[in-house]
């Protein structure tokens, strides 16, 4: 099946700074989806983005198809930035829905 | 803006014993599944659900879980006779169109069998 690598796996930054996390993705894909684990948990959607860029605030993603890969942009970084960030791909010739997760991105932010 | 919604948001419960996770999609969604993520670990698909019966289901989902929409709106996961390795966040999540499109995930049930 496909194969989802993340990276970094762990992050650490200072308030203010900027990053950029990595989905590489080993076969192409219909679906891929970036989000935002908090500390409490909960997974919270930040991009659907199979193809192209899109931006929200200070985060970006850019997804290039062709080359099997995805970036995630956070800019100007805050404290409540920090939790897991996962990366989500359902492969061509997929179900339904069944998106395979990278292991993430722990990101620490501080003050 | 629409969002799915779970309860309970923490249940705890002794091994053996059956539980009933409960989902609300997002009204207008057709297209139902559930994740299950293990502390530490990486989120894993449990099952898919259109057109009232399973689409597909992962090898983690054994007999002891069923899922069910009982009454066009909520969306339940059960597993019969929890064990100590059932402990985890489980997730629900729906799609309009299916899962070519954006899931919209809700924010989990946590699941401690003791």
């Known amino acids: 099946g496909i194969q989802v690598e993340q990276s970094p796996p762990d992050l650490i930054l200072q308030e203010g700074a900027n990053s950029t996390l990595r989905c590489n993705f080993s076969d192409s894909v219909n679906n891929l989806q970036w989000f935002h684990q908090n500390p409490w948990g909960q997974l919270i959607n930040l991009f659907y983005i199979p193809s192209g860029t899109k931006q929200n605030g200070r985060l970006s993603a850019t997804t290039v198809a062709t080359e099997r890969y995805s970036l995630l942009y956070i800019s100007s970084s805050q404290t409540t930035d920090s939790g897991v960030y996962f990366c989500a791909v359902l492969g061509y010739g997929g179900s339904q829905g069944n998106l395979i997760f990278g292991k993430g991105t722990k990101l620490s932010v501080k003050p | 803006e629409p969002e799915v919604t779970q309860t309970p948001s923490h249940q705890v419960t002794q091994m053996g014993q059956e539980v009933i996770l409960r989902c609300v999609p997002i009204?207008?969604?057709?297209?139902f599944y559930w994740y299950r993520q293990i502390l530490g670990q990486k989120v894993e698909f449990l099952v898919s659900?259109?057109?009232?019966?399973?689409?597909?289901k992962s090898e983690i989902f054994d007999d002891q879980f069923s899922v069910e929409r009982p009454d066009g709106s909520n969306f339940t996961l059960k597993i019969r006779s929890t064990k100590l390795e059932d402990s985890a966040m489980y997730f629900c999540?729906?799609?309009?169109?299916?899962?070519?499109?954006?899931?919209?995930f809700g924010p989990g049930t946590r699941l401690t069998v003791t």
């Open positions: 009204s207008n969604h057709l297209y």
């Open positions: 999540a729906s799609s309009d169109h299916g899962g070519f499109y954006e899931q919209y």
């Open positions: 659900f259109y057109n009232n019966e399973i689409s597909e």
